[in-house]
């Protein structure tokens, strides 16, 4: 469906709503950091994704400072990677409507995040909310990003992207305009549980406040929150398989393994057969280790607007230039006249 033959380009985006935890940090910003030296990089701030449930204005604006500061002080550099408010270029929101006209009821029926969002009462959801994986792909295909780090989680999303892409492609004739993107989410952290529940993905909107381990918080209550975590009687295996079917000691060897880039039999090799009293407060160390340094340096940035402001606009200046053309094309293959 595409012999797209363009250069290879990174692009991906956070929800401007709730503060940032382990999971988006090892799911997303992480991997973020990781690419950006090597490839054309693009992260932006979905802000208008955020809209799709009620944000106070004050707050809408303080979040999308704290994603843009989460960013950098996770080692996104502002210098390297292209880093700006995703309403600031108005391509994603023009290119999003020529979606909504590609993309069919039925594809979108079966967004699984709709359902879970939207809960019980479907008729009083945004259609914001019902149409947001549709501006997902505008987001993705207005720069024509080959690649897309994200967690788990937004799998169904990204296959959306690439239907979309797909069928704009043999709608139109044009099968080498859009790149079929690529998730990129295998690797350790893809999918990081509630240390309440291992059943349950960590969640910023989780009401047990022990249940998410945020960017922000402190020693004491990183250490608090790992020695709350939902557990198990029995001893660490010694092996992998030994997992199966215990949930919550499963996540909190991954988190272990992920933050510390050993694999998850080396973490298992070290601590099978000791109990949860010796492995949490060594879990417990190496979360602060790795993120307290980022909450210090994600509270220094947030302290200064005009900074992050100035960030911001150079980022949303860069990628609008390639956005505009990118549906500038676009019109022009549609039949648009100017
Ligand atoms: P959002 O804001 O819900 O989450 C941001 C990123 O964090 C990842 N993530 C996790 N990873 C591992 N474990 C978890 N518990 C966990 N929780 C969240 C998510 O997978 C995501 O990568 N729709 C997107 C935002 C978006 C986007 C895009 C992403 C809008 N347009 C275009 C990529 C490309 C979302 O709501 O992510």
Redesign the pocket.
């Given at each position: 469906m595409t012999n797209y033959k363009g250069p290879m380009r990174v692009?991906?985006?956070?929800?401007t709503?709730g503060n940032m935890?382990?999971?988006?940090y090892?799911?997303?910003?992480r991997k973020f950091a990781a690419m950006q030296n090597e490839y054309d990089c693009f992260y932006?701030l979905?802000d208008m994704?955020s809209i799709t449930v009620w944000q106070e204005p004050e707050q809408l604006r303080r979040q999308i400072f704290h994603i843009a500061a989460a960013y950098i002080a996770s080692g996104v550099d502002p210098n390297t990677a292209t880093i700006f408010p995703?309403s600031s270029v108005h391509a994603h929101a023009e290119l999003a409507w020529i979606f909504n006209c590609v993309a069919r009821l039925g594809w979108l029926d079966r967004m699984t995040?709709f359902k879970d969002k939207a809960g019980k009462d479907k008729e009083r959801a945004s259609v914001g909310l019902y149409t947001?994986?549709v501006?997902?792909a505008a987001?993705?295909l207005v720069y024509k990003a080959t690649h897309?780090?994200?967690?788990?989680?937004?799998k169904q999303?990204?296959e959306l992207?690439r239907d979309i892409a797909g069928k704009f492609n043999h709608d139109f004739k044009v099968d080498d305009f859009f790149p079929l993107p690529e998730p990129l989410i295998k690797g350790p952290?893809?999918?990081?549980?509630s240390l309440r529940d291992g059943t349950a993905?960590?969640?910023k909107s989780d009401p047990s406040e022990n249940a998410c381990i945020f960017l922000k918080d402190d020693a004491d209550t990183i250490a608090r929150k790992i020695k709350k975590s939902k557990t198990d009687p029995e001893p660490l295996p010694s092996e992998r398989k030994g997992l199966e079917g215990r949930a919550e000691a499963a996540n909190l060897v991954g988190i272990y393994a992920a933050l510390s880039g050993k694999s998850e039999d080396e973490v298992l090799a070290e601590y099978g057969g000791q109990g949860f009293g010796v492995f949490k407060p060594a879990l417990a160390d190496l979360v602060v280790e790795k993120i307290t340094p980022i909450g210090g340096e994600l509270n220094r940035l947030e302290a200064d607007p005009a900074y992050l402001t100035s960030v911001l606009e150079a980022g949303a200046e860069k990628a609008s230039v390639i956005a505009d053309g990118v549906v500038r094309e676009v019109k022009e293959i549609m039949g648009f006249v100017v």
């Open positions: 692009l991906s985006g956070i929800q709503s935890h382990l999971g988006n090892l799911g997303a910003i932006f979905a994704h995703q995040q947001y994986p501006l997902q987001d993705i897309v780090p994200v967690g788990e989680d937004q999303h990204l992207s952290g893809a999918r990081i549980m993905k960590m969640s």
